[in-house]
């Protein structure tokens, strides 16, 4: 089964608005990545926050951490229509570099 | 710095041919990493090198694939005898600069569709 499972699996949002997306997994983990990945194309990295961190902020992106509950949340502010894509975490479940990607949440920014 | 560099981007076999995909890591990279992408799903680990070292290929089919990082020149994933179910996004992400070793970053990825 999926370490990593995000939800929703779609979301749909005006510009302007908020985006939050979480993710939940089953282990103990080192760290906990985000990516981005437009339609058809490669991931990008986002946000890296170590198991010791409990929050992080990259311009308009926030993301938490709860070891406690096994979950993160991505937070995008005042969404823009470029920001339509898919989202994904990555948690290493046995070790630094084996991540293990979610199915992903894709994200609609309705201009 | 040139990001992760895949080719061929787009790739097409017919079944029973070999395909051989070329992913050249970041500047000063020395772990590379392969991912297997099918539609609308996230990604799986495939298998994890080092220069001339196969550090992990658990996630690799034993039959017909084979990854190799040598001294020189990209890494290979080289698949033998394509099936249709091979038809996927394959994935190369490196990573290992001193500060940064966790990072993985990603290449555009090669689209392989078997006929």
């Known amino acids: 089964s999926q370490q990593g499972e995000e939800d929703p699996q779609a979301l749909s949002i005006q510009e302007g608005e908020n985006a939050t997306m979480n993710c939940s997994y089953k282990?103990?983990?080192?760290?906990l990545q985000w990516y981005r990945q437009n339609s058809g194309r490669g991931l990008v990295h986002l946000i890296l926050i170590r198991s010791n961190e409990r929050e992080k902020h990259s311009g308009r992106l926030r993301v938490t951490l709860d070891t406690s509950k096994k979950s993160s949340s991505l937070l995008i502010t005042a969404s823009r229509a470029a920001d339509t894509a898919s989202y994904f975490c990555a948690t290493d479940k046995d070790s630094s570099y084996k991540l293990i990607f979610g199915s992903g949440t894709r994200l609609l920014v309705r201009p | 710095n040139a990001g992760v560099m895949q080719n061929p981007r787009h790739l097409v076999r017919r079944r029973g041919q070999e395909a051989r995909l070329r992913c050249s890591p970041m500047k000063g990279h020395s772990h590379v990493y392969w991912y297997r992408q099918l539609p609308e799903e996230g990604l799986k680990f495939m298998v994890y090198?080092?220069?001339?070292?196969?550090?992990?290929e658990s996630g690799m089919p034993k039959e017909r694939f084979s990854a190799e990082f040598p001294k020189e020149g990209p890494s290979i994933l080289r698949i033998q005898q394509v099936v249709r179910g091979d038809s996927a996004a394959y994935f190369c992400a490196s990573s290992g600069l001193a500060g940064d070793t966790d990072t993985q970053y990603f290449g555009p990825g090669t689209r392989l569709t078997v006929l």
């Open positions: 090198l080092q220069k001339e070292n196969i550090i992990d």
């Open positions: 282990t103990s983990i080192n760290n």
